[in-house]
């Protein structure tokens, strides 16, 4: 069996914020909605549905500014980022972040094609600690899910994705967060969801070069100093107050 692969961007998990739920929620429940994320036992793709999915014809070129999402993956993305971090007195909105980029330049990259996963098989249901059990490559898997996404919501609001009111995308994300949404061909919805969910995550909190928290806004809402390596004296002197200096990203070092 494979074991779970990780990226090199930072992981501070979060929730996709809806009614009743705002971002204070979604950041407060960060390390725990993700913690429980990571740990959901995967479920396998039939054979069959694997084969088709991998045998599928190659995507429609990719919009200007993205280097793997198609016109109508992008549109779902910008969708889905702006609506889990919608601009507010907190921060901008999610495209204004760069989530987007990030997921499209995470999908376009070696996570994304799978370079760190054993991918020869046997496909079987593993153990939740066991990680990621699919003969899909992420970027596989976040393409076939955005359009079984999309056929749910043209089945059940008559539209996709991106063009549904904000209520009716909510019901979508708990739907897929529950696994009240069915795909049909077998599909994963909860691993489709942990993967969504992450690179949203990831995209709002890790390093800005690598396309996402634009201006570091993402670590200022935390306090995150950056990746200064050495805080021990700032720690103590600091302990029960905010940290007054701006976060430090790679490229402020180079």
Known sequence: ????????????????????????DFLKTAVVGGAAAAGSTAAIVAPEVAQAQQAAPAAPATPTGYAFLNLDEAAFVEALVDHMIPADEV???????????????????????????YMQGPWKLGAPSQGYQLPLTPAQLYRAGIE????????????????????????????LSTSKIVFDGGLPVRVFWTTLYQTV?????????????RNKAGWAII???????????????????????KPVGIADMS
Not at 2 to 18: L, M, Q, R, V
Not at 230 to 243: A, I, N, T
């Open 91 to 117: 921060s901008p909105k999610g495209t204004d972040l760069g989530v987007n980029i990030y997921i499209d330049h995470a999908l376009a990259g070696a996570w994304g094609k799978g370079d760190r996963l």
């Open 148 to 175: 079984a996404t999309n056929a749910h919501c043209r089945k059940t609001y008559g539209k996709t994705f991106d063009r549904i009111e904000d209520a009716q995308r909510q019901e979508v994300l708990v739907g």
């Open 223 to 245: 306090g995150f100093p950056g990746v200064i390596a050495v805080h021990h004296d700032d720690v103590e002197k600091y302990r029960g107050k905010p940290f007054p200096n």
């Open 1 to 24: 069996m494979k074991d779970a692969s990780s990226k090199d961007a930072a992981d501070k998990p979060a929730t996709p914020k809806g009614s009743g739920f705002d971002r204070r």
């Open 201 to 213: 995550v990831e995209g709002m909190y890790s390093d800005p070069i690598y396309g996402g928290n």
